[in-house]
């Protein structure tokens, strides 16, 4: 083979003829268990998008006569122990979900795969330190990390994005340092540079469409993460704050009105509990059809 | 393996030199002022002048820098501003908390995960793989705190069968009052240890000396358990090692579920109140907590394996 300098990528020699997006559609319609979870993901969206539309009540009104009520016709999930409707507060509260669950591994992904693409390619002590940093962070559990994160800085919605953002980057930064790395003295590679391309080029060209595979992998699979840190911050009272709706912090108030109703605990729970497992489940697709070797 | 333990144990400085590094940074460089986070917007300039210059914010930062060093060396983080505590008596207090519960939900979970584990890698395929597969992506997936939401709703509230709050006092009710929050970090690792046990099993149920000891007529139990299980071990431990760090970060909302004291519910409080010093010790001794683990996990993994030592 000649080392063109426009050789496929690995990834896309590998990828079957009917494209990444189609094998993975087979791949949830092929599985029930899959595609049951991919129908519960997409109403989990129509359910977020749409919050204000489908939601019965406003989600922070409150009403004193009507205090922890339990499930009625009028109240599906019953009332908190403000009056509030518990059905808005976890409709609304998967706005906060999905925003924060989406976009933190987004932006994570954009600074850690920079940060690694560049230090994997130029290499020299940044790389090192880079490398050793990353290393060590990688050493915090996402949670752990997340939790000291949130100590130090105030809480609100930027603070829970950077947050987030934080505990995953180095993640993202390890995948894309290790095959960039990998990729670096590729004949490929070599020749674009033999040719006088200028490095930025080479980067976007030539060395990002190959690691974009394992990037995706690890992006849809923290997304699940992402949620439940959320989850676990905002009800150790570090993340999202009240009035605005977040699964944690539902269960952080339900849990000082247990005697009250334990509706509004259970809710929000299964309520993460099956967003989390959706998202596992896609990104277990996801991650079949991109990385094969990796199946379990 | 002397010299590579000596070599770990070296190696550990700079690590843990950078972790401060890193919580120094945090702390001091990203935005936010500690005195007018502790002292509140209302707070005049001069009120605030004071409050840095006690706690030492008006030094050059190299100062801080160094001072904080040895600050965290010799542990000396002043007295927590809620009371009159001394930070390291306060932590003194929490730790042995937080450490019998990560160590109480370590052994459940391993009680729990071996036995399913082993029971789906023999049953693979049939109805117990999958139940404990079903198990496990709902282990997966649910957050601890909402299991322990659960267990304490159903168990303390409702059947009273366990208290509802507290560490308890003396070694009866201390105990008593573990098991819940134990039982849902326990059941949360049971979901990935199991699995790792399973997958461990299925890999080694494929080596020679298997069929070797299968070939030879020894009992399908003898099998699995004298010549499959310890081989498929050594992940499963490493696995178990790793996943300590977990459930020490996931004891930090089990214990604010079920009231208990501990790092936890110090960190989260003195974050409620602001307490400087007091978050300040917290982040430092979680952290020394990862190094720490995955030092002895370097170390254990060198002793069971001596390959890995020689190795770079």
């Known amino acids: 083979m000649t080392a063109a300098t426009d050789a496929p990528a690995p990834i896309a020699r590998r990828a079957p003829p009917e494209g990444v997006l189609g094998q993975l559609w087979r791949n949830i319609v092929h599985e029930p268990l899959t595609l049951f979870f991919f129908v519960v993901l997409v109403a989990i969206v129509v359910i977020a998008v749409f919050a204000p539309v489908i939601a019965p009540y406003d989600p922070v009104e409150q009403s004193l006569l009507s205090v922890n009520e339990q499930p009625s016709a009028d109240h599906w999930l019953g009332t908190d122990q403000f ?119 080479i980067i976007l060209r030539h060395i990002l469409p190959n690691i974009a595979g394992p990037v995706v992998v690890v992006l849809t699979l923290w997304i699940a993460t992402a949620i439940r840190l959320e989850a676990t911050l905002s009800f150790l009272g570090m993340g999202t704050q009240p009035p605005q709706a977040s699964w944690g912090n539902i269960i952080r108030d339900g849990l000082s009105n247990m005697y009250g109703s334990a509706w509004p605990i259970v809710s929000a729970g299964v309520a993460i509990t099956i967003t989390v497992l959706a998202f596992n489940m896609i990104g277990d697709a996801v991650r079949d059809v991109l990385d094969p070797e990796t199946r379990a | 393996m002397g010299m590579t333990i000596a070599r770990r144990l070296i190696d550990a400085v700079p690590t843990l030199l950078l972790v401060l590094t890193l919580v120094f940074i945090a702390m001091r460089i990203l935005p936010g002022d500690p005195a007018l986070a502790v002292l509140g917007e209302h707070a005049t300039q001069e009120q605030l002048a004071e409050f840095r210059r006690k706690i030492g914010l008006d030094l050059p930062i190299w100062q801080q820098y160094v001072s904080f060093l040895i600050n965290s060396a010799t542990f000396n983080f002043g007295n927590s501003f809620a009371n009159n505590f001394s930070v390291a008596q306060l932590v003194k207090l929490n730790l042995p908390y937080t450490v019998e ?140 090692g790793l996943s300590i760090l977990s459930t020490l970060s996931g004891s930090v909302a089990i214990e604010l579920i079920f009231g208990r004291p501990g790092l936890g519910s110090m960190l989260v409080g003195a974050i409620e109140t602001r307490d400087y010093p007091v978050i300040q010790a917290g982040i430092v001794v979680f952290s020394l907590f990862v190094v720490l683990v995955n030092l002895a996990m370097d170390i254990i993994y060198t002793l069971v394996d001596p390959r890995v030592g020689e190795v770079s």
């Open chain 1, 83 to 201: 009056g509030r409707d518990v059905l808005s507060r976890i409709i609304f509260g998967a706005r906060t979900s999905l925003v924060l669950g989406l976009l933190s591994p987004a932006l994570a992904a954009l600074i850690g795969t920079t940060l690694g693409l560049i230090g994997g390619y130029f290499g020299g002590w940044p790389d090192r330190l880079l490398g050793r940093v990353v290393d060590l962070l990688l050493a915090f559990p996402a949670l752990l990390l997340g939790i000291l994160v949130a100590a130090a800085l105030s809480s609100g919605f930027w603070s829970m994005v950077a947050v987030l953002t934080i505990a995953f980057a180095p993640r993202f930064a390890r995948i894309a340092r290790a095959s960039t790395l990998s990729l670096r003295h590729e004949p490929f590679v070599e020749a674009a540079v033999a040719g006088g391309v200028s490095h930025f080029r």
């Open chain 2, 101 to 240: 519960l990560t160590i109480a939900a370590t052994m459940i979970g391993t009680v729990i995960a071996i036995p399913v584990g082993v029971a789906s890698a023999v049953n693979r395929g049939k109805a117990i793989d999958s139940g404990s597969r079903i198990f496990s992506l709902v282990g997966y997936a649910v957050p601890d705190f909402f299991l322990g939401a659960v267990l304490l709703i159903v168990f303390a509230l409702d059947l009273g069968w366990f208290p509802i709050n507290g560490g308890g006092d003396g070694f009866t009710s201390r105990m008593w009052h573990l098991f819940l929050p134990a039982l849902a970090l326990g059941l949360i690792k049971a979901a990935f240890v199991s699995r790792l046990t399973r997958s461990s099993l299925l890999e080694v149920a494929r080596k020679d000396y298997v069929r070797t000891a299968r070939a030879k007529g020894a009992s399908e139990r003898r099998v699995v358990y004298r010549h499959a299980l310890r081989n498929a071990l050594l992940p499963v431990i490493t696995g178990l």
